[in-house]
Antibody
Framework: EVQLVQSGAEVKKPGESLKISCKNS????????IAWVRQMPGKGLEWMGI????????RYNPSFQGRVTISADPSTSTAFLQWSSLEASDTAIYFC?????????????WGQGTQVTVSS | SSELTQDPAVSVALGQTVRIICQGDSLSTYFASWHRQKPRQAPVLVIY???NRPSGIPDRFSGSTSGNTASLTITGAQAEDEGDYYC???????????FGGGTKLTV
């Protein structure tokens, strides 16, 4: 069974760093792209970027380039999203999602979401 | 920059047919996919690659494209179909994925 299990909710202060995770199981992790998607409170979904764990090829939405870093560890089948300096506007739910193998715009499995709250 | 536009909300009577649309320049080049999100849940893929349904999605869901408009049609809407529906496509560069703003469906 394919599963994407994300790390738990985080409460941070502005300026702090953070790394959240997405543990994958039930399939060959290095053979699929993994995306990160943001959902701000009461808002829609935003594609942040994507990584191919097989070779670490990474693409970013220009709106998030330089603000976050996407990485993956094939040895633990885990993808990561990290910030070096959080802002209040980073408060959101973050989802990881597996890209459908042959259709880049489709995500067939999703993590449960990680709530990130940034407040002083 | 590229973007996908959706109506904010649509309603349909139980058992009737509803069409949810998504407009964007990139749709004339790339197929749309559709995801549904229910409150406090992760999204679920309902249509991919123009008109393909993942396992477990009922056949009352179908997709189509005409020009720069993609459509998701639910024929015989059920109460469990309520939720926010998001279209996705590539941007004009082909390198990135776009989400539409989402359409809240009320049955």
């Amino acid at each position: 069974e394919v599963q994407l299990v994300q790390s738990g909710a985080e409460v941070k202060k502005p300026g702090e760093s953070l790394k959240i995770s997405c543990k994958n199981s039930g399939y060959k992790f290095t053979g699929y792209w993994i995306a990160w998607v943001r959902q701000m409170p009461g808002k829609g979904l935003e594609w942040m970027g994507i990584i191919y764990p097989g070779d670490s090829d990474t693409r970013y939405n220009p709106s998030f380039q330089g603000r976050v870093t996407i990485s993956a560890d094939p040895s633990t089948s885990t993808a990561f999203l990290q910030w070096s300096s959080l802002e209040a506007s980073d408060t959101a739910i973050y989802f990881c999602a597996r890209q459908f193998l042959t259709v880049p715009t489709a995500f067939d499995y999703w993590g449960q979401g990680t709530q990130v709250t940034v407040s002083s | 920059s590229s973007e996908l536009t959706q109506d904010p909300a649509v309603s349909v009577a139980l058992g009737q047919t509803v069409r949810i649309i998504c407009q964007g320049d990139s749709l004339s080049t790339y197929f749309a996919s559709w995801h549904r999100q229910k409150p406090r849940q992760a999204p679920v893929l309902v249509i991919y690659g123009q008109n393909n349904r993942p396992s477990g999605i009922p056949d009352r869901f179908s997709g189509s494209t005409s020009g720069n408009t993609a459509s998701l049609t639910i024929t015989g809407a059920q109460a469990e179909d309520e939720g926010d529906y998001y279209c996705t496509s590539r941007d004009n560069s082909g390198d990135h994925v776009l989400f539409g703003g989402g359409t809240k469906l009320t049955v």
